[in-house]
Nanobody
Framework: VQLQASGGGLVQAGESLRLSCVVS????????LGWFRQATGQERELVGG????????KYADSVKGRITISRDAAKNTLYLQIDDLKPEDTAVYYC????????????????WGKGTLVTVSS
């Protein structure tokens, strides 16, 4: 299984950005996909996730209201739309999948992409 995140870059505060994560290698489909981020010197944190079947989403309180997570099953692609970007959103963003049915819990993830850097200037 491979996950490849892309779409990061340097943006100004207040702008929007959409990250993508292409998933490959599954014989069927992943149970769910999650977005995480890690700022320099800080622990990695959950941004949110989505169930592959049904599309149920979960968002971290710190970003709720500014992000939308979606997936395109036909393209095996996960998306993260971040609006009204803030300097504190600066981080490397990772996509990941759990090892099995996670019932909305993203604490244990099995496969990780390499991450894409988002830098927000003020």
């Amino acid at each position: 299984v491979q996950l490849q995140a892309s779409g990061g870059g340097l943006v100004q505060a207040g702008e929007s950005l959409r990250l993508s994560c292409v998933v490959s290698g599954y014989t069927a489909s992943p149970y769910a996909l999650g977005w995480f981020r890690q700022a320099t010197g800080q622990e990695r944190e959950l941004v949110g996730g989505i169930a592959w079947t049904g599309g149920f989403t979960k968002y971290a309180d710190s970003v709720k209201g500014r992000i939308t997570i979606s997936r395109d099953a036909a393209k095996n692609t996960l998306y993260l739309q971040i609006d009204d970007l803030k300097p504190e959103d600066t981080a490397v963003y990772y996509c990941a999948t759990p090892p099995g049915p996670n019932y909305g819990c993203y604490a244990i993830m099995e496969y990780w992409g390499k991450g894409t850097l988002v830098t927000v200037s003020s």
